[in-house]
């Protein structure tokens, strides 16, 4: 290939561009459905040599951003987990999409994408199942493996959880998680030990999670098995405030609920300061992590002009959420759901804390010591074991709890409580109740949770989709990957013109360079130097070093450097390439610069 390419590009956006980038995932090596020698498995995935290293940067620049420079923890926990954790979380009981089968070939598919698909309804999800029972029937939809009628088939409700078994023999039950979250919520006893019990503080989690989609579809969109970047951050609701001024200018484009409810709602572009300001987004905390994210995610090489985010409706938010907000990219003309950030409050803590019996809170100390009044009773225990028998330490539990929040139920002779839903009237003197004053340094509080949850497979799909490029180069069809150099899987390859002794030696030295200056490189002597060129472009690799017989006759050694988007050449020292290089990867240095 000669130093004068010209390359004209375009962005491609239609819809043939996931089947042209699922072709060259597969081909390229980034991404194939597993177990290919045995028919592969719906909803499972390998990432090739390609797909391995473009997911670990992607993982890699979100904990930059999301752990290292907010200052958060990060653990690692077990994927799978025993049955009382995810019945105190809720999932056991909510956590189920909707099934429809056909009575004619039983493939099962997701109701409410079946809604989607097929009719004007966006947002099937967040509707009850009466309602898209309705809409199946009115039109008239059709399985879409075998055309049946679905129209009378009821839809039903199917937990998405994969069960398992804890040990042998008379085993444990357990699941495989179908989020990242759970596993810090239940370790937040130890982990506030950590964080020395100083509110506020984020616990970080990167890992895979699994999910028994009914109908898993497009690549690796939604599959079965998946990696999430999920932060838990503790706030003290009453006192713990975002740095909501660092944020407050980033420009961002909204789609409020508001919006969504209007026959023609639309999108809103504003600041983060002003949605907050105007009620737009109602938590801080959440607005404050929109902030961070949207420049994150360009910085990666997701498409501002394809990116929003999206309020959830008050039908589709999960169980714990009194507020969530998606990060979606648009992909083919849909929008496709990067990452939630939802304001938990204190569900997940009050709830592990109610089913295991330990302490998930954490001591607020006061600045000064309070005195306050304490209700408390002591009761006769020899009056209550003959009058109860063995509920006796029931009626105790009640009469604390009383005291506790009605101290003038006990103002009278008598006093009522409810026990197994019968009333029982008990004597106020032999129930020890009395009021006193204590001295207190502070109290226990239950820390509230902001969540963003971001979907790595997702990412990685869009990513890729938003890089791919199709030009030509001095009349040549080029395809190529406009990744961004930070998450590129190689960032450099290099190149000896021919298959000659010399330009091998030190293109080798080169190699050697580059890697010992932490820089991810290939290299290739097979095929003309074109073919080469076409390679690396096709699989996003920003840069490529070409070693030619001016470099070794030369009284300076210098070689041929390409770039990757223009084709632009650049002739370089071989001394002082390796920095050079790291500098443009680092953001430091533009290539047009040297």
């Not at 994927?79 to 105190?88: D, G, K, L, S, W």
């Not at 714990?320 to 803590?349: K, M, Q, V």
């Not at 009278?412 to 004053?437: C, M, N, Q, R, Y």
């Not at 470099?551 to 632009?568: G, H």
């Amino acid at each position: 290939m000669s130093e004068h390419e010209h390359a004209e590009t375009t962005a491609t956006t239609d819809e043939s561009t996931s089947e042209q980038l699922v072709e060259l995932a597969k081909r390229r090596g980034y991404f194939f459905q597993s177990s290919g020698a045995y028919g592969g498995v719906g909803g499972f995935y390998t990432f090739g040599p390609q797909g391995a290293s473009l997911k670990g940067n992607v993982e890699d620049a979100w904990r930059d951003r999301f752990a290292v420079a907010e200052g958060n923890m990060e653990i690692d926990a077990p994927t799978i987990m025993p049955e009382p954790v995810f019945e105190a979380s809720g999932h056991l009981d909510g956590f189920d999409d909707m099934l429809i089968e056909c009575p004619e070939c039983e493939t099962s598919s997701r109701a409410d994408h079946l809604v989607e698909d097929n009719t004007e309804y966006e947002d099937a999800e967040s509707l009850p199942i009466p309602e898209v029972e309705e809409i199946i029937a009115e039109y008239e939809l059709a399985c879409p493996e075998c055309g049946a009628g679905l129209a009378d088939v009821a839809v039903e409700n199917f937990n998405l959880m994969f069960a398992t078994n804890i040990g042998p023999g008379d085993s444990d039950p357990g699941y495989l998680r179908p989020e990242t979250a759970q596993g810090i919520f239940v370790e937040f006893p130890r982990l506030k030990e950590y964080a020395r019990n100083q509110l506020p503080f984020g616990v970080t989690q990167i890992g895979r999670a699994y999910r028994n989609e009914i109908s898993p579809r497009r690549s690796i969109i939604r599959t079965r098995e998946f990696t999430q970047a999920e932060l838990e951050y503790f706030v003290d609701p009453e006192e713990d405030e975002p740095d909501l001024e660092s944020v407050a200018d980033v420009e961002v484009t909204l789609y409020p609920a508001s919006e969504q409810n209007k026959d023609d709602g639309d999108e809103i572009e504003t600041t983060i300061g002003d949605a907050v300001e105007e009620g737009v987004i109602s938590s801080p905390w959440v607005a404050y992590f929109l902030g961070v994210a949207k420049p994150w995610y360009e910085s990666v090489g997701v498409d501002m002009d394809r990116f929003r985010f999206r309020q959830h409706l008050s039908g589709e938010r999960a169980h714990y959420a009194s507020d969530c907000w998606d990060a979606e990219g648009e992909i083919d003309g849909n929008w496709i759901e990067l990452a939630g950030f939802a304001y938990r409050g204190d569900y997940d803590l009050s709830k592990h804390a109610e089913h295991s019996g330990d302490r998930f809170t954490v001591f607020k100390q006061y600045d000064e010591p309070k005195t306050v009044e304490r209700a408390t009773v002591d009761p006769d225990m020899s009056y209550l074991g003959p009058e109860f028998g063995g509920a006796a330490q029931d009626v105790v539990e009640e009469l604390e709890s009383l005291a506790g929040r009605d101290r003038t139920a006990f103002e009278g002779d008598t006093v009522a409580i409810d026990l197994d839903g019968e009333t029982h009237e008990l004597p106020v003197e032999k129930t020890g109740f009395s009021v006193d004053e204590e001295t207190i340094a502070g109290e226990h509080i239950v820390p509230h949770v902001v969540e963003p949850s971001f979907g790595v497979d997702r990412l990685v799909y869009t990513v890729l989709h938003h890089a791919y490029r199709e030009d030509e180069v001095d009349g040549e069809e080029r395809t190529y990957l406009d990744l961004e150099p930070e998450v590129a899987p190689t960032f450099v390859g290099v190149f000896p013109l021919q298959n000659d002794a010399e330009l091998e030696a030190q293109a080798n030295e080169v190699v050697a360079d580059l890697r010992a200056e932490g820089l991810s490189v290939t290299y290739d002597d097979s095929g003309n130097i074109g073919r080469r060129y076409r390679r690396q472009d096709e699989v996003g690799t920003p840069f490529c070093v070409t070693v030619d017989y001016e470099t070794v006759e030369d009284e300076e050694t210098t070689v041929t450097v390409r770039e990757r988007d223009t084709t632009d050449q650049k002739r370089l020292p071989v001394e002082g390439l390796a920095e050079t290089l790291a500098e443009i990867r680092e953001g430091d240095l533009e290539f047009d610069e040297l």
